[in-house]
T-cell receptor, first 113, second 112 residues
Framework: DAGVTQSPTHLIKTRGQQVTLRCSPKSGHDTVSWYQQALGQGPQFIFQYYEEEERQRGNFPDRFSGHQFPNYSSELNVNALLLGDSALYLCASSFELEAYEQYFGPGTRLTVT | SQQGEEDPQALSIQEGENATMNCSYK?????LQWYRQNSGRGLVHLIL?????REKHSGRLRVTLDTSKKSSSLLITASRAADTASYFCATRSGGSNYKLTFGKGTLLTVNP
């Protein structure tokens, strides 16, 4: 039973560029959440997708957008990258009817130069 | 913004000793969860305690919750070198609030 997978593992981008990160949820899960974790900090909630719609958003600018596909996989897009966007991006999946426990992927380390 | 605040920020102990980490939070919660993170990679769910529970056990882990003080503690007994990691508490308010709000974490080092 595959857990949550994320791609790529590492990514280096230049300021102003755009990036797309991908997440496949754990088998049987239908809800995907994205978190940003800066160095030395706890994860910060970006948004959550359920039934292909964003149903809750954290305190992040519109440069951060996402998508959920019919197979429940998800993408996180960040436009006009800033140096401060350098972080570990974590995807977490859960099953709506048992939504309390979230399963996290290994993360994508994004470095903006 | 961070809801939980873990204490201490860093903890160094010897193998076999017990490790206790504390978490305080600000608003009312539906449940509180503890996660472990190794070397800045993905988080592993350890244990969930609901707001109407006071104590929960899982293997070598013991979690307590005091909603009147808005605090929780995680006890790891008979620690091992493999327990070396960062530990985070995360809260969920419930209802239509689906997000987990994390603290800054406690870095635990278990020396062999």
């Amino acid at each position: 039973d595959a857990g949550v997978t994320q791609s790529p593992t590492h990514l280096i981008k230049t300021r102003g560029q755009q990036v797309t990160l991908r997440c496949s949820p754990k088998s049987g899960h239908d809800t995907v959440s994205w978190y940003q974790q800066a160095l030395g900090q706890g994860p910060q909630f970006i948004f959550q997708y359920y039934e292909e719609e964003e149903r809750q958003r954290g305190n992040f600018p519109d440069r951060f957008s996402g998508h959920q596909f019919p197979n429940y996989s998800s993408e996180l897009n960040v436009n006009a990258l800033l140096l401060g966007d350098s972080a570990l991006y974590l995807c977490a999946s859960s099953f709506e009817l048992e939504a309390y426990e979230q399963y996290f992927g290994p993360g994508t380390r994004l470095t903006v130069t | 913004s961070q809801q939980g605040e873990e204490d201490p920020q860093a903890l160094s102990i010897q193998e076999g000793e017990n490790a206790t980490m504390n978490c305080s939070y600000k608003t009312s919660i539906n449940n509180l969860q503890w996660y472990r993170q190794n070397s800045g990679r993905g988080l592993v769910h350890l244990i969930l305690i609901r707001s109407n529970e006071r104590e929960k056990h899982s293997g070598r882990l013991r979690v307590t919750l005091d909603t009147s003080k808005k605090s929780s503690s995680l006890l790891i007994t008979a620690s091992r070198a493999a327990d070396t990691a960062s530990y985070f508490c995360a809260t969920r308010s419930g209802g239509s609030n689906y997000k987990l709000t994390f603290g800054k974490g406690t870095l635990l080092t278990v020396n062999p």
